[in-house]
């Protein structure tokens, strides 16, 4: 009689078997995959995250800068029209745009035709996100008051 026992499977083999190794291996590759994937899009979103600290500073700097004028010497209407902050393109403020307006404004707030003792200034920044390329800005108000 032949003994068959040779080509039986034994229950507990020590080891992986070649369809183990692909299944784990297309499972490193897709994980893999979605990493590579993904970070191109995180520098994108920390690129935007960064335009909109450079632009919230930069409106911060105007509404400062008109502050520091005093409130009798700041003029009511357009103080700057919407223009790009630097005419080269190595520069790292070419890339952004800025508005300045001014007008008074009554205590609740509400525009007004007269001086009421108190101004509003508004600074607008734009700048173009990474991820869409569409135009987004922010906007920066401050009240300065004659009193």
């Known amino acids: 009689m032949y003994n068959f026992n040779f080509y039986k499977i034994k229950k507990f083999q020590k080891g992986l078997s070649l369809i183990e190794s692909m299944v784990a291996i297309t499972i490193l590759v ?15 979103i920390d690129k935007d995250a960064s335009s ?3 632009a919230n500073n930069l409106a911060q700097e105007k509404i400062e800068e008109q502050i520091s004028l005093g409130y009798d010497n700041i003029s009511v209407g357009e103080i700057e029209a919407k223009h790009r902050l630097s005419d080269e393109s190595d520069e790292p403020y070419y890339n952004f745009w800025r508005e300045t307006n ?27 996100r990474n991820l869409d390329n569409k135009e987004e800005n922010t906007k ?8």
């Open 30 to 44: 897709v994980g893999i995959l979605g990493i590579v994937q993904a970070f191109p899009y995180g520098l994108k």
């Open 52 to 54: 909109l600290t450079i």
């Open 102 to 128: 001014v007008q008074y404004v009554d205590g609740d707030l509400n525009p007004s035709s007269t001086d009421t003792g108190l101004k509003e200034i508004t600074t607008t920044v734009y700048w173009i």
């Open 140 to 147: 920066v108000i401050s009240l300065i008051s004659k009193f």
